[in-house]
C-alpha cells in the first residue's frame, strides 16, 4: 500500500550548521524524527551504513544521499532536505565536501519511489541545485517544497 | 541488454542511477534495455551485461564483475552518466 508521501516545508532546512559528516545526517534526520517519521534507530542506521560500506552515499559533488534499509525503525515513508553553512567532508576523494544532506527513509523497497523520482528530476537540474544551494528564506523554501511536489 | 545498478542497500543510490538510466535509454530509444538495482551483497545472484556503480564500492567488487563494470561519480548528472554509459553500450553491440 503506498502512501504517497509528499514533501513538507518543515522537512527542509538552509544553512543549517553540523560538526562533521554523522552530525551532518543528524541534523538534516531531525525534522523527520521529530514528526515521529522515523526513530533514532534509522538515524544510527545510516550512520552505521557508512561506517561500514564507505562514504558512496555521497552520489554527487556535494551532495550525500543520508539512508538506511527499510525496517520497523521508519515509522512513515519521507525525505527531508538540508543545506549546510558550512560544507563538511564524508571522506568521498570525487565529491567531498558536502553541503547538501538529502534523507530518505522509506517503509518498503516501493513506498519512496514515487517522491524520489520529483526529487531526482529536481536534483537532475543544475540551475535547480544552485537555486536549492543558495536558498536562505522560508519563501524560497516553499518554492523548493512546490516545485518537487509539483515534479517538475 | 541488461543493466545492474549496485548500492550497498540496494534502495538509494542505485534506484536514482537506475531512474537517470532508464531515462537517458528512452531518449535515445533503446527498447531493448531493463535496468534493476542490486545491493553488493547480492551481485552474483544477478547477471547482467553491464554494472554500474560508486568508486567506493568498486573497491569490493569481485574481480571478475569489473570488466563489466562503470564508476560513475555523478548520480544525477544524466550528461555525466551518458558519456559513461553509451560507449559501454556501443562497446557490447559490436
Redesign the interface.
Known amino acids: 500500500m503506498a502512501t504517497n508521501p509528499s514533501l513538507s516545508i518543515d522537512q527542509v532546512q538552509l544553512k543549517v550548521h553540523a560538526d562533521d559528516w554523522e552530525d551532518a545526517i543528524r541534523v538534516a534526520a531531525q525534522p523527520l524524527v521529530d514528526s515521529d517519521n522515523i526513530t533514532d534507530g534509522y538515524v544510527n542506521a545510516m550512520i552505521q551504513?557508512v561506517k561500514?560500506?564507505?562514504?558512496?552515499?555521497v552520489?554527487?559533488?556535494g551532495?550525500a544521499?543520508g539512508?538506511?534499509?527499510?525496517s520497523a525503525a521508519v515509522h512513515r515513508t519521507g525525505f527531508a532536505i538540508a543545506t549546510l553553512r558550512d560544507p563538511v567532508k564524508f571522506g568521498?576523494?570525487?565529491?567531498d565536501p558536502v553541503d547538501l544532506v538529502v534523507i530518505?527513509a522509506?517503509v518498503s523497497?516501493t513506498d519512496?519511489?514515487a517522491l524520489?523520482?520529483k526529487i531526482?528530476a529536481f536534483?537532475?537540474e543544475?540551475s535547480n541545485l544552485r537555486v536549492l544551494r543558495n536558498a536562505t528564506t522560508s519563501v524560497e523554501a516553499q518554492k523548493i517544497v512546490n516545485q518537487i511536489n509539483g515534479g517538475n | 541488454m541488461k543493466i545492474i545498478a549496485v548500492c550497498g542497500l540496494g534502495v538509494g543510490s542505485s534506484v536514482i542511477a537506475k531512474m537517470n538510466i532508464e531515462s537517458i535509454v528512452s531518449d535515445e530509444g533503446k527498447d531493448d534495455v531493463t535496468v534493476d538495482t542490486i545491493d553488493l551483497g547480492s551481485i552474483r545472484s544477478a547477471p547482467a551485461d553491464i554494472y554500474v556503480t560508486t568508486r567506493e564500492l568498486f573497491d569490493n567488487f569481485p574481480e571478475e564483475y569489473k570488466a563489466k563494470t562503470i564508476v560513475l561519480t555523478n548520480f544525477v548528472d544524466k550528461n555525466d552518466i551518458k558519456a559513461h554509459l553509451d560507449p559501454k553500450m556501443a562497446e557490447l553491440q559490436k
Open positions: 551504513s561500514k560500506l564507505g562514504p558512496y552515499i552520489i554527487a559533488p551532495l544521499l539512508h538506511a534499509r527499510p568521498n576523494k570525487d565529491n530518505l522509506s523497497d519512496h519511489l524520489l523520482q531526482v536534483l537532475n543544475p
